[in-house]
């Protein structure tokens, strides 16, 4: 009985030794005991994470489905000219407020890429979301994103998006297409930090300059949209291909790229350690902190029209012959102009830390060289600025007090003077109150370089503008516990710079002001039933070149649920937007340019109506849109149809109806 007795606890011991060295032993690799005994947590699932280039706080990936924006890269606040992928500006006032150069266009920028809003990311495993989404105008959207750390000190990351749409018109194709890759290395003993960033863009859109006559819509003879005449490159093609045409008679090509490097080291800190069952992982908080950052950029901006109508140059651009004191260029039936820039930014900055143990308060202070070259149809030039800068943030360790201050001044070069100044305060009040943030701002800064005698897209006779000064004042009340938010905004404008007349330039010499007030509110009417409301009041006062809707309002009705299903997350139901008539900005295509008008007043017949689904089941969510469904006509000259178009700007009609589908889907490796 003893032998067996025995004979047992050697067989126990054994087999208990064969699984502690299976347990060790992984794909051949061994592992130490410590790795029996302590698990993150994170085997099985992702941590993620991410940080912008000027800021240090991590947030998290917002996995929200009710605002389809969040995916698209065009706010619901910009209109555009009649199709995704076209010219676009804010119907909420929003000056831009940017000393020193600017090459001058602006009316493709919410399709770019920028290293401003560059995220840096930290996962734990790799993560990609692949986006795709169709429309019935052969509308296209292609968004991947791809980050994964190489080691965990070190991440990669990459994003390519293309927007793309065949459009109700002629010459009215876009195909614009971005990449960026990134990267964000810290060294073991984190004291170094290196961020890197490629990005590009390229703009191809075709232009038609709007209709020729809205009487077109509603003639028996062009049902077919396609052929109703337009002002620029009628007669083109129409393209109707999977992504677009290239080969515009009339269009708009942009291309812009930028390379980044910026490498921080921390002299002088504190060492620091976590130490668990298996690890100890090195910190350091920084006190005194060196950084250097070298930027090369190139900026291409190109118009060519190889249709020409000679009657449409003339009325509009005051062509007839090179003798014309407006005279664009003489051309026969082609015409083209063409900016082309580059760039080098070498800064050196350094940071002090008052509390080592607080990464969010900081003063910075730092100097850069700025070169500029471009090159134009007919001339070029170079030239160099430098400037210096500086910036307190702190963020208080009990989250309470959140101040950020920062200024820029051009000390020599062909911007000197130029300067911005930005100061907010934002405080915790109360749990019943929120949060109160208020806010000032100042830029006095030179004309956009479009402005200037030597571009190849100023087309009017030369100006001696002076430099614009626009101040704003600001406060924010942020009420989370309430889903409410109170927002104000007081601009004071002198020097105004803007166009007229499609291509004459201007500046409004005596100051004028902008007042507005947005108010954001989410109610809850009975358990999943949500009304979202955005509502915009602005106005001017003062001798004032600035057209704006009065009223701006974006509102949601939907259905915010799961039906009792544990991994789905629901919404569906209608967006409404809605702005009172105003005179608003027209678009001329030669210079890139929106530009006051103010002989047509823009109203809208209804309300933009949309209705969606929403839905997202773990890693996969999906979008599906029916847009313009206020275009829905019972009679008239075509009878039934989805032809009672909004207009967008002059002679400029919204799209008909539109469905698209997205569906945009999220894994780990």
């Given amino acids: 009985m003893g032998c067996i007795l025995v004979a047992a606890l050697q067989l126990h011991a054994q087999v208990q030794n064969d699984v502690i060295s299976r347990l060790k032993t992984q794909n051949g690799k061994s592992k130490s005991d410590s790795t029996l005994q302590h698990r993150s947590g994170l085997e099985d ?5 991410y940080r912008f280039l000027d800021s240090s706080r991590l947030r998290k990936l917002d996995s929200s489905i009710y605002d389809f924006t969040k995916k698209y890269p065009l706010p619901w606040n910009y209109v555009d000219l009649g199709n995704y992928g076209t010219p676009s500006h804010n119907l909420i006032f929003s000056p831009l407020m940017k000393s020193g150069w600017d090459p001058g266009f602006h009316a493709y920028d919410p399709f770019l890429l920028t290293i401003d809003e560059t995220r840096f990311y930290n996962t734990t495993r790799p993560f990609t979301e692949l986006g795709y989404l169709m429309g019935s105008k052969k509308d296209q959207f292609i968004n991947i994103i791809h980050t994964q750390n190489i080691k965990p000190n070190w991440n990669a990351a990459f994003q390519y998006r293309l927007t793309s749409s065949a459009g109700t018109y002629q010459s009215q194709n876009t195909n614009n297409s971005s990449y960026r890759f990134n990267s964000w290395y810290q060294s073991t003993n984190k004291r170094y930090q290196a961020f890197l960033i490629f990005v590009g863009n390229k703009i191809n859109a075709a232009d038609n300059g709007g209709l020729q006559s809205l009487s077109d819509l509603n003639a028996n003879t062009f049902t077919d949209r396609t052929t109703v005449p337009t002002n620029l490159g009628n007669g083109s093609a129409y393209s109707s291909g999977l992504f677009g045409s290239t080969g515009n008679l009339t269009g708009t090509i942009y291309s812009t790229s930028s390379y980044m490097l910026r490498q921080t080291y921390d002299i002088i800190g504190k060492k620091d350690s976590i130490v668990t069952d298996s690890t100890v992982t090195p910190l350091f908080y920084p006190q005194f902190r060196a950084e250097h950052t070298f930027q090369y950029s190139t900026y291409k901006y ?3 029209d190889n249709a020409v109508d000679s009657a449409y140059y003339a009325l509009h651009y005051n062509y007839i012959t ?26 050196f900055s350094l940071y002090q830390f008052p509390d080592p143990k607080n990464p969010q308060q900081f003063i910075k202070v730092g100097a850069t060289l700025e070169y500029l070259g471009g090159i134009f149809d007919s001339s070029s030039t170079s030239f160099y600025n430098f400037y210096i800068h500086g910036e307190y943030r702190n963020k208080t360790r009990n989250q309470k007090w959140d101040i950020e201050a920062n200024g820029k001044f051009y ?12 100061i907010t305060l934002r405080r915790y009040i109360s749990k019943e109150i929120g949060y109160l943030q208020v806010g000032f701002q100042n830029a006095n800064q030179s004309p ?12 009017g006779v030369p100006q001696n503008f002076g430099k614009e000064n626009l101040t704003n004042l600001f406060a924010v009340l942020d009420q989370p516990l309430y889903h409410f938010k109170l927002y104000g905004n007081y601009y004071l404008i002198n020097n105004y710079h803007y166009f007229t007349d499609y291509y004459k330039e201007n500046q409004q010499s005596s ?17 999943h039933l949500v009304w979202r409301t ?3 009041l602005q ?11 009065t009223l701006v309002t974006h509102n949601q009705f939907a259905y915010e649920g799961n039906f009792g299903f544990r991994n789905l997350d629901l919404t569906f139901g209608l967006e409404l937007r809605y702005y009172t008539g105003y005179k608003a900005d027209n678009y001329s295509a030669p210079n890139g340019q929106f530009f006051v008008q103010n002989d047509t007043t823009i109203h809208q017949h209804l309300p933009d109506v949309t209705g969606y689904v929403n839905f997202r089941i773990r890693g996969f969510t999906a979008y599906v849109r029916v847009e313009n469904l206020n275009t829905l006509q019972l009679g008239g000259a075509n009878g039934f149809g989805f032809s009672n178009y909004n207009y967008l700007a002059p002679n400029y009609p919204d799209k008909g109806l539109q469905i698209r589908i997205g569906i945009f889907w999220s894994f780990v490796n």
């Fill in 448 to 459: 956009s370089f479009v402005y200037n005698q030597k571009s190849s897209f100023n087309f």
């Fill in 539 to 549: 106005q001017q006062a003062g001798a004032t070149p600035v057209h704006l809707p």
């Fill in 511 to 527: 100051p004028f002001n902008v007042l507005q007030i947005t108010a954001e509110k989410k109610f809850v009417w009975h358990r």
């Fill in 302 to 304: 190109k118009f060519a």
């Fill in 322 to 347: 090179s003798n014309s004191p407006y005279v664009i260029n003489s051309f026969s039936d082609s015409f083209h102009r063409q900016d082309y820039w580059k760039q080098i930014l070498n800064d």
């Fill in 411 to 422: 000390v020599n070069g062909s911007y000197a003077a130029d300067y911005n100044a930005f």
């Fill in 45 to 49: 699932s992702i941590t993620i994470n």
């Fill in 534 to 536: 955005s509502l915009t």
